[in-house]
């Protein structure tokens, strides 16, 4: 089923009333006592089982977006706090993050298909901005966490493309000495914490990050990405009924691209208009946001990541966004299950570099020129870090055995102990 774009005449039914909603409300479902969620004496019965009203067919896409072309947003996000004392260089240098994901995947991609890269590559192709805007608001002191879509998130933090690219190609020289490959990059020295391929898995080690900060009373909070299919993983409201029980700095943001695998969003979710919604049944709050946007995306994470630093409060933050690619490049059906048509619309109309640098153009912070000459240094980078990779060792053969247990590797008292992580 192809996903559409809901159109403001056809997403009265599905979508939240305001397209953007402003981070801070609080939903109304949450602001009420536990004890009044009970309904009243008299009040309407729930319907015994077997006469529940069929389920309607959904009249209208599920996608939280918006024609974003035909209802330009009131809101003018490059006012928001995090987004007015901004300085050109730093909203050149997001331009420059973006440009050198996309360098960086379509050098790999390259040699994927040549067969010289092997494992898998799932691409971040179109959800550049989600990464780079989150980044850009890490306070070094905050934590994140993603699942195997990683590439973009690890080059948003610091990460070098010589090791990211290298890992690609399975070298002793990568970010994971080559044994862990696309959906293992890792940084914890740049608090970045990988990198994981079970749907969803990434979600408890987040709230175990969100835990050790509120616990050792950092000023930080964690980040968790997941995917609109994770979701509806059961460990992911585990997670939820846990972070708001304990009141953890944690901000779990869905990257709502419209598809698992070949799933799209109407075929997996039962809740209308929004995934983030779902944190009302646990006292969480909850947003919705463009990631095609830098700013739109800045105001409110920031806003979310400053609440979780400040107030200790977990939150689900849904962005909307799109992959360009198929679920991996090894997705033999990602032809079948959305028209190019659809991905050609998303390109054109909703690319966040192109976006982005429009927004620069119009503000005069970036020339024409000035754009050629950083995406030529980035397609220059991602060059030479296919050079770097090709000509890296393997990993030798007994280093098949080391990096398997943590106490082997670290003969710290620290990693005798179980305190592994934050004490050493
Ligand atoms: C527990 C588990 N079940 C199934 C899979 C297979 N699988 C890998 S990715 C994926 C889809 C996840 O989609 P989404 O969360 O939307 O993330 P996206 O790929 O769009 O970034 C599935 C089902 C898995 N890796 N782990
Ligand atoms: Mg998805």
Known sequence: MARKLSKPSQSKKSAPKKAVRPVVSKPKSQAKPLSKATPKKGGKKPLPLEKAPAKKAPSAPKAVLKDATKT?????????PFNASLKPAQKIGYLREMLRIRRFEQQALKYYNQGIMGGFLHLYNGQESVAVGTASLMNGHDEIITAYRDHGHALAVGMGMNECMAELFGKGTGCSKGKGGSMHFFAPDKHYWGGHGIVAGQTPLGLGLAFAIKYKKINGCAVAFLGDGAVNQ?????????AALWDLPIVYVIENNGYSMGTSLERSSAVNGSLAKRAEGF???????EGFDLYELRANLGAAMERARKESKPMVLEVSTYRYYG????????????APEEIE??????????RWQNQLLKEKTVTQAQIEKIDDEAKAEAAAAVEFGIASPWPSEESIFEDIY??????????QTG???FSE
């Open 283 to 289: 006292c969480v709050e909850w947003a919705t946001c």
């Open 406 to 415: 943590h106490e082997v590797d670290h003969k710290t008292e620290a990693g």
């Open 72 to 80: 330009p947003s009131k809101v003018d996000f490059s006012k928001s």
């Open 345 to 354: 619309l998303y390109k054109s109309d909703y690319d966040p570099i192109t």
């Open 234 to 242: 059961g460990v992911f409201s585990e997670c939820l009924n846990m």
């Open 327 to 338: 679920h991996s490049v090894a997705d033999a059906n990602a032809k079948k299950y959305r």
């Open 419 to 421: 305190r592994f992580f």
